[in-house]
């Protein structure tokens, strides 16, 4: 995928760790692989199953019936893996997760399957900022989409119930983008936002910020790309992972600066640990080239 950035002209807080309750455990996946997916859209998708099936095993999963789900002061004792909700949060990888492919023949037909092994830490979920994230296809709530052309313009919706610092990153499955704080905020970790303000990020028209804002393009010379949109908030700021510098593409389009996923995720893995308040949510788009 490439990723256009077009840019448009225009009290101390303490850091902290805790003691952390961590257990190791591992989580296993299997399912079929669909035609439309690629390689790493499979391989995303069975760790994030692992990870839920290692989650589940330890800690439990939640019930829309249940009725002891915290809500105090805008925080939710829960977490988000997909539409799953469990009792517990991933914190970091131990090792590489292990894929096995295999091929069956159901009903005549061949069909691709992957499996996924993976060991970790975790432990039981702590009350977080309860964020509204969505994406966008105008810069307005009611344009939310999942599904993108090429050279579309997107968006970002952002609500926090808490004051604190938020960065965006994209992740193409190869490489992490960074794309908040914007390429005119130069030398910021994170962006300050308030509580109970909407942020509609990357639109200039509605900027909530006193510097500039990016504007952001999607293109894929694929049939087909998923891409995902990582979120990260914390209620004190924290520092930023390291990036490459931006670059130019042929066409003389920003590119983000960026790192490999691998590093990426490293980062994460060290801020969940680190920061009791620590949350990455992840929102999934596609992008067509026709």
Known sequence: MRLVLIYIAVLFVPLFTFSQNTKETTGESSF???????????????????????????FGQYVEQESNMDLKNGRVDFRSYGQTKVKGEWIRNIGSPEFKYTERIVNGKPERWITCRLQGEVRKAIPKADIEIEILGCPDKKCITDKFKNDQSIYLYVKSPLSGYLSVFLDDGTNVYRLLPYRSMDGQKSVKIAADKEYVLFSERQNGFDQSSDALQVYTERETEANTIVVVFSENDYSKPRLDDEKLDQNNYIIPKSLSKFDFENWLGKNRAAFIDFLDLKKRFVITSK
């Open 32 to 58: 079929r692989i669909e035609s439309y997916m690629s390689q790493n859209d499979a391989q995303e998708k069975a760790i994030e199953l692992a990870k839920i099936d290692a989650l589940i095993n330890v």
